[in-house]
């Protein structure tokens, strides 16, 4: 008895103090007074006295009860009173005013999520929470305030994380509870209270019959519990009722509507909601069921676009893979066939549905196409979400660094505005904006480059590179290539033939280097103390005791050599021009070889055209004459391989004898 005494004496003095605290809005006054007792007999009592004194509150307007909640909230981060307080005096407050009252002290608790998502608040008051929303919703209707329920469901959603499994439907299961009752007389329609002038204007009027009535709100049932839609029976049963409601919204038209309303507004006076376009657009939560109101509902809108949501809504169920379904709850093929019509053509109603029906088409598409990962996500079981960890130091440093890149959309259109094209690589699109007419780049002096003989062996010579240079297969293909138009050493005919074609290589680059060293030492006078010194050089490991022999052999070739090296080997322009005058063809030999070519489309496939470019030889030269004369022009100043013998050679395989002869006998 005295135990309870001390505590109600405790609970007064703290309720005195606190009303002091919180009308000068002091609370070091609240916590230095309970410094010297217990604080579990301290939390109790401050718990009490918060709400005692929120009794005398309640008289008091919204912003005062907010201002109590708050400095209570302040109490629990100084560890005067425990967590669960402030939610324990929002729903005191709930239970006690009004709705309406309600409706606008639940933005508090809105705007204080984050609050409550604290670590010392979450996990003491999420439960009270819950608690209280649902208190809130039990007296709420879900017609007539629904606004106020979808607050509290979205403060919700946003309150707790998506891993509480306390707001999922992990199984799948419906509202049942969901029913809706329809029925009446059987042979009232909406015409016998609709004015004859009506009637005559409308031409698209639907006659609403009971049995589509009945049909349509039917339908209500399989919306609700979509598992009746794998029973055979009721299969056969949905499909009949869909068919006939779908083919009342095709030929019922709201355009016709709209024009109605139009000629209407006509004889009205024009307001400021008119003038602006803010007539408010009305929802209702559930439309009511009565035969005579059908037909109206048919001409609204919304309400169209409500049942045809649904049909959405329930073909997407049956056709996606849901973790709780049965075995035999699968669609048949006629029916998945069945399905995707019938989305088509819900989809095209959609669209025709003023206003901005195609807009809301998209936008429906768009929400049940998300609607797909959520569904994969809860097949999944559900995994937590968990926050990316933070970068290191040195990571935020560098991604801090880095500038933020420019959309390609805005690159691409500031390089259009300068006539120019974007290629997404800088060294791409400055190549590709270096000359308006790429093919006439192409044929520039500046990319017609051949490197000197005795550069490119040079680069086999390098300590430690010479055995991996001339067994590489690129490097080796263009030695060969270079060989070929340079060196009079690729046509000396032996009886050795070639076993490896890298010591084949090894031994043309030092070819290659004692002519270019005698070639140099000439002229100089220095021919013969310039070969001793390339023999000294040489290895002779595999030689063995014929280093003499070897020696005379050498110098009778390099005897030879020496007549044919000619005075310059870097003159390049003077070796290509040779070789022009030499390989390529003449104007006289172009004129006497284009009118024998009797297939100059296949000649130019074999010489490496492509069928665009054959079409665009086509259509840029009138005749066959100036085609092939035109093809064989380019083909010689693009193909480095292009030559009198060459054209022969691949002519002769052709079966072009007649061209062949006349190119022979020109001159």
């Given at each position: 008895?005295?135990?309870?005494?001390?505590?109600?004496?405790?609970?007064?003095?703290?309720?005195?103090?606190?009303?002091?605290?919180?009308?000068?809005?002091?609370?070091?006054?609240?916590?230095?007074?309970?410094?010297?007792?217990?604080?579990?007999?301290?939390?109790?009592?401050?718990?009490?006295?918060?709400?005692?004194?929120?009794?005398?509150?309640?008289?008091?307007?919204?912003?005062?009860?907010?201002?109590?909640?708050?400095?209570?909230?302040?109490?629990?981060?100084?560890?005067?009173?425990?967590?669960?307080?402030?939610?324990?005096?929002?729903?005191?407050?709930?239970?006690?005013?009004?709705?309406?009252?309600?409706?606008?002290?639940?933005?508090?608790?809105?705007?204080?999520?984050?609050?409550?998502?604290?670590?010392?608040?979450?996990?003491?008051?999420?439960?009270?929470?819950?608690?209280?929303?649902?208190?809130?919703?039990?007296?709420?209707?879900?017609?007539?305030?629904?606004?106020?329920?979808?607050?509290?469901?979205?403060?919700?959603?946003?309150?707790?994380?998506?891993?509480?499994?306390?707001?999922?439907?992990?199984?799948?299961?419906?509202?049942?509870?969901?029913?809706?009752?329809?029925?009446?007389?059987?042979?009232?329609?909406?015409?016998?209270?609709?004015?004859?002038?009506?009637?005559?204007?409308?031409?698209?009027?639907?006659?609403?019959?009971?049995?589509?009535?009945?049909?349509?709100?039917?339908?209500?049932?399989?919306?609700?519990?979509?598992?009746?839609?794998?029973?055979?029976?009721?299969?056969?049963?949905?499909?009949?009722?869909?068919?006939?409601?779908?083919?009342?919204?095709?030929?019922?038209?709201?355009?016709?509507?709209?024009?109605?309303?139009?000629?209407?507004?006509?004889?009205?006076?024009?307001?400021?909601?008119?003038?602006h376009g803010t007539k408010e657009q009305h929802y209702f939560a559930k439309f009511l069921t009565n035969q005579k109101l059908l037909e109206l509902q048919l001409s609204d809108s919304n309400f169209r676009r409500?049942?045809?949501?649904?049909?959405?809504?329930?073909?997407?169920?049956?056709?996606?893979?849901?973790?709780?379904?049965?075995?035999?709850?699968?669609?048949?093929?006629?029916?998945?066939?069945?399905?995707?019509?019938?989305?088509?053509?819900?989809?095209?109603?959609?669209?025709?549905?003023?206003?901005?029906?195609?807009?809301?088409?998209?936008?429906?598409?768009?929400?049940?196409?998300?609607?797909?990962?959520?569904?994969?996500?809860?097949?999944?079981?559900?995994?937590?979400?968990?926050?990316?960890?933070?970068?290191?130091a040195g990571e935020e440093e560098i991604r801090k660094s880095k500038v933020r890149r420019r959309p390609v959309g805005d690159i691409i259109k500031e390089y259009e505005g300068q006539q120019k094209c974007y290629?997404?690589?800088?060294?791409?699109?400055?190549?590709?904006?270096?000359?308006?007419?790429?093919l006439s780049a192409c044929r520039t002096k500046e990319r017609d480059f051949m490197p000197s003989l005795h550069s490119y062996m040079a680069t086999a010579l390098e300590p430690g590179v010479g055995a991996r240079?001339?067994?590489?297969?690129?490097?080796?293909?263009?030695?060969?290539?270079?060989?070929?138009?340079?060196?009079?050493?690729?046509?000396?005919?032996?009886?050795?033939?070639?076993?490896?074609?890298?010591?084949?290589?090894?031994?043309?680059?030092?070819?290659?280097?004692?002519?270019?060293?005698?070639?140099?030492?000439?002229?100089?006078?220095?021919?013969?103390?310039?070969?001793?010194?390339?023999?000294?050089?040489?290895?002779?490991?595999?030689?063995?005791?014929?280093?003499?022999?070897?020696?005379?052999?050498?110098?009778?070739?390099?005897?030879?050599?020496?007549?044919?090296?000619?005075?310059?080997?870097?003159?390049?322009?003077?070796?290509?021009?040779?070789?022009?005058?030499?390989?390529?063809?003449?104007?006289?030999?172009?004129?006497?070889?284009?009118?024998?070519?009797?297939?100059?489309?296949?000649?130019?496939?074999?010489?490496?055209?492509?069928?665009?470019?054959?079409?665009?030889?086509?259509?840029?030269?009138?005749?066959?004459?100036?085609?092939?004369?035109?093809?064989?022009?380019?083909?010689?100043?693009?193909?480095?391989?292009?030559?009198?013998?060459?054209?022969?050679?691949?002519?002769?395989?052709?079966?072009?004898?007649?061209?062949?002869?006349?190119?022979?006998?020109?001159?």
């Open positions: 008895m005295s135990e309870k005494m001390g505590f109600e004496t405790l609970r007064a003095k703290y309720k005195d103090v606190l009303s002091k605290a919180f009308s000068t809005n002091n609370i070091d006054l609240l916590d230095s007074f309970s410094k010297n007792i217990n604080e579990s007999d301290r939390k109790a009592a401050m718990d009490q006295a918060f709400r005692d004194k929120l009794l005398e509150l309640l008289i008091e307007d919204a912003e005062t009860l907010e201002s109590y909640v708050s400095f209570c909230i302040e109490s629990c981060r100084r560890h005067m009173v425990t967590p669960t307080m402030p939610v324990v005096l929002l729903g005191d407050i709930f239970d006690a005013l009004t709705l309406n009252k309600c409706e606008k002290m639940f933005t508090y608790v809105e705007n204080g999520v984050n609050i409550w998502k604290e670590e010392l608040f979450f996990v003491a008051c999420k439960n009270n929470l819950l608690r209280m929303c649902n208190d809130l919703l039990r007296r709420l209707s879900r017609s007539q305030n629904t606004v106020f329920c979808g607050r509290i469901l979205l403060f919700l959603a946003k309150f707790f994380p998506f891993s509480e499994r306390s707001g999922l439907n992990i199984v799948s299961e419906f509202n049942l509870e969901n029913i809706t009752e329809f029925g009446g007389d059987n042979t009232s329609t909406l015409k016998d209270s609709l004015d004859e002038e009506m009637m005559v204007e409308e031409k698209t009027k639907l006659n609403i019959d009971y049995n589509l009535y009945c049909r349509f709100w039917s339908l209500q049932d399989f919306f609700r519990n979509p598992n009746t839609c794998y029973n055979k029976i009721q299969w056969k049963t949905f499909v009949a009722h869909s068919g006939s409601v779908l083919s009342a919204f095709s030929s019922y038209k709201l355009e016709a509507i709209e024009l109605q309303k139009s000629k209407m507004n006509r004889l009205k006076p024009v307001t400021d909601d008119d003038m409500c049942v045809l949501i649904q049909f959405l809504i329930l073909f997407q169920y049956l056709s996606s893979s849901v973790k709780f379904k049965m075995e035999t709850q699968e669609l048949k093929k006629d029916q998945t066939d069945w399905v995707k019509e019938t989305t088509a053509l819900i989809y095209r109603l959609l669209g025709e549905t003023p206003p901005d029906g195609q807009q809301f088409a998209e936008c429906v598409q768009h929400i049940l196409k998300r609607e797909e990962h959520w569904n994969a996500w809860k097949n999944d079981g559900c995994p937590e979400f968990q926050k990316p960890k933070p970068p290191a290629l997404g690589n800088n060294d791409l699109t400055k190549l590709w904006n270096l000359c308006p007419d790429n240079r001339t067994a590489d297969g690129a490097w080796g293909w263009r030695a060969l290539r270079l060989l070929a138009r340079r060196s009079p050493h690729f046509f000396i005919h032996t009886n050795t033939p070639i076993g490896r074609l890298p010591d084949y290589l090894a031994d043309m680059v030092k070819r290659v280097t004692r002519d270019a060293a005698l070639a140099e030492s000439s002229s100089n006078g220095d021919a013969a103390s310039a070969i001793k010194q390339e023999l000294k050089q040489e290895p002779t490991e595999e030689e063995g005791g014929e280093e003499q022999m070897e020696e005379v052999v050498i110098k009778e070739e390099d005897n030879n050599d020496m007549e044919q090296v000619p005075d310059s080997t870097n003159d390049e322009d003077d070796d290509k021009a040779a070789r022009t005058r030499v390989t390529m063809l003449t104007p006289a030999q172009m004129d006497a070889l284009c009118p024998a070519l009797g297939d100059w489309k296949k000649l130019a496939a074999k010489l490496g055209f492509k069928p665009d470019e054959i079409q665009y030889f086509e259509t840029e030269n009138a005749t066959d004459l100036l085609r092939a004369k035109n093809m064989l022009q380019l083909w010689c100043d693009d193909d480095e391989d292009a030559s009198v013998e060459n054209l022969l050679y691949i002519m002769e395989g052709l079966g072009m004898a007649e061209a062949c002869e006349a190119l022979r006998n020109a001159k």
